[in-house]
């Protein structure tokens, strides 16, 4: 079946550091990929999201390309800063079954001043 | 409210007793998904409402857990003979339509303590 595997945490780093959370996928087809976050406290949130092989997706300095080729989709930032401290997930919406996100175990990032 | 908001946020219950989770979408929106979000699990799906369709009911663990959505809006998780496996957070998203590419939306979910 369809499944989401990503590298696991805790992800400790320095302040502009750089960073990447790897992600990849198994799927049939061609599934929509998506990043969320999830701060500490708050409920989970879009961070980016890729449609279709060869997008990139981008928001809030982090980016993220659909590599059909790979079936990868890691999470980048050049520079991180301690409010990105966070837990984050990678998942996939199958395109034949819409009614479902499936996700990740999530990697946690902790960045330290 | 503009997002989903879901009650309670916090909720502990004895062994045995049955619990009922809220969760108010996006108004407007028409598909509804569950999730639980575990230790050692991670966020597994548990049930889908998309309109007036029938729900897909396959993410369930077992016939202790239901779900109904009234009105096409609230919906309302209800987990019977509660047991301490069913700890976990409890999580509410929606979307505008249910497509592959539509963004869901998630509220801050209800913790799930079983003493």
């Known amino acids: 079946g369809d499944s989401v595997t990503q590298m696991e945490g805790p992800v400790t780093l320095s302040e502009e550091a750089f960073l990447t959370i790897n992600c990849t996928y198994t799927a049939t087809g061609y599934p929509s990929l998506f990043w969320y976050v999830q701060y500490p406290g708050e409920g989970l949130q879009l961070l980016l999201k890729?449609?279709?092989?060869?997008d990139k997706g981008s928001n809030k300095g982090f980016e993220a390309t659909y590599r059909k080729e790979t079936t990868s989709f890691h999470l980048e930032k050049g520079s991180v800063q301690v409010s990105d401290s966070a837990v984050y997930f990678c998942?996939?919406?199958?395109?034949?079954?819409?009614?479902?996100?499936?996700f990740g175990t999530g990697t946690r990032l902790q960045v330290f001043p | 409210g503009a997002g989903v908001s879901q009650s309670p946020s916090n909720k502990v219950t004895e062994k045995g007793k049955d619990v009922e989770l809220r969760c108010d979408p996006i108004s407007g929106h028409t598909a509804l998904y569950w999730y639980r979000q575990s230790l050692g699990q991670g966020l597994e799906f548990l049930i889908y409402?998309?309109?007036?369709?029938?729900?897909?009911k396959s993410g369930l663990p077992s016939d202790r857990f239901s779900a109904e959505r009234t009105g096409g809006s609230v919906s309302t998780l209800t987990i019977q003979r509660t047991q301490q496996e069913d700890s976990a957070v409890y999580l509410c998203?929606?979307?505008?339509?249910?497509?592959?590419?539509?963004?869901?939306?998630f509220g801050a979910g209800t913790r799930l303590s079983v003493l």
């Open positions: 998203a929606s979307s505008s339509g249910g497509l592959a590419g539509d963004i869901q939306y």
């Open positions: 890729a449609t279709k092989a060869d």
């Open positions: 409402f998309q309109g007036n369709s029938a729900p897909d």
């Open positions: 998942a996939l919406c199958p395109p034949y079954n819409t009614d479902k996100l499936i």
